[in-house]
């Protein structure tokens, strides 16, 4: 018997044979788990960097490496920054792709849901993003980016106080950033509003119900915030 050659019986060699499969296995999955943290490193820096492309290639090389399950929550943002890069490089499909499989491994993961919500904005789908922004505003009540866009989308529906009201919420949470002396960093929103824009918005809604002096108001802020920005 091939076992022989251990000078072992055959129950032991069995044993010791299985020990060196397992602690191979294990090495090996160790391995994987490293290159997974790698190439997620690498991607997440051109990311940062608006290398989109680059980004793209390396999120998916860690996709290809199987992570432990215990990783769902790291793999479902891996999906989700893909599906972003994917988003801002116009390939809208992809995006809406990647950003449902972030939402299948995380169903709590809020920047798939407000990915998606892009990305269903983009591909005409109102009354889907509306729900993506819902359901992300329900679990981040802070999430300015949330009601920005959710606000767009009740503009094109012609429910103007809707708008309003998103649009005053998105203010409310900058004001109260600002006043906490908080820098608002959002590193999966390379895609951010300008702090005159909800304020512009919520002049556009304002005159569409009447509410004229409301909205003069508005647009007197969105001139001193365009002077700011512009360092006038």
Known sequence: MPFKQFGKSFPTAICIYLTVLVAGCSNTEKESHLMFDEYAKEGEQSFDQQRY???ISQFSNALRVTPPVKDKSKTSMIYAFRGMSYFIEHEYEKALADFDEALELLP?????????????????????????????????????????????QYLVLGK???????????????????LMGVEQVDGFTPISYRKHEPFQLRAKALRNVG?????????????????????S
């Open 108 to 152: 709590f993961n809020v920047y798939a849901l407000y990915g998606r919500g892009m990305a269903r904005t983009t591909l005409h789908d109102v009354k889907g993003a509306i729900e993506d922004f819902d359901e992300a505003i329900r679990l981040d009540s802070d999430y300015a980016h949330a009601y920005v866009e959710r606000g767009r």
């Open 211 to 231: 509410e004229d002096q409301k909205a003069s108001w508005d647009e007197e802020r969105v001139k001193a915030l365009l002077d700011d920005e512009n360092g």
């Open 160 to 178: 103007h106080q809707k708008a309003i009201e998103d649009f005053s919420l998105a203010i409310d949470v900058d004001n109260r950033i600002e």
């Open 53 to 55: 492309s680059d980004a």
